[in-house]
């Protein structure tokens, strides 16, 4: 199993940035997939995540109407849209499979993570 996230970097306040992972060695299109993110000092929390096809996904209060969570399993790519950006969104945001169709946690299998930066 392989997830590598990309599309972090450094965003101002207000701006937004596209998260990707690229998922192999499993079939993605059977899994329930998750970010979660873990700021300097601050333990690992969990971010979003969505179900198998897509149908159901979940938010932490934090970023809800802020992020969103996506998946294209013709391309075995999970993504997390980030809108409005905070510095306190700043963290390392990692890729997490799930162990079934619906449930992400327990994860399975993490990322390697993709820093994020908020910061003006």
């Known amino acids: 199993v392989q997830l590598v996230e990309s599309g972090g970097g450094l965003a101002q306040p207000g701006g937004s940035l596209r998260l990707s992972c690229a998922a192999s060695g499993f079939t993605f299109s059977s899994y329930a997939m998750a970010w979660f993110r873990q700021a300097p000092g601050k333990e690992r929390e969990f971010v979003a995540a969505i179900t198998w096809r897509g149908g159901i996904t979940y938010y932490a209060d934090s970023v809800k109407g802020r992020f969103t969570i996506s998946r294209d399993n013709a391309k075995n790519t999970l993504y997390l849209q980030m809108n409005s950006l905070k510095p306190e969104d700043t963290a390392l945001y990692y890729c997490?499979?799930?162990?079934?169709?619906?449930?992400?946690?327990?994860?399975?299998?993490w990322g390697q993570g993709t820093q994020v930066t908020v910061s003006s």
């Open positions: 997490a499979k799930g162990r079934d169709r619906i449930t992400s946690q327990p994860v399975d299998y």
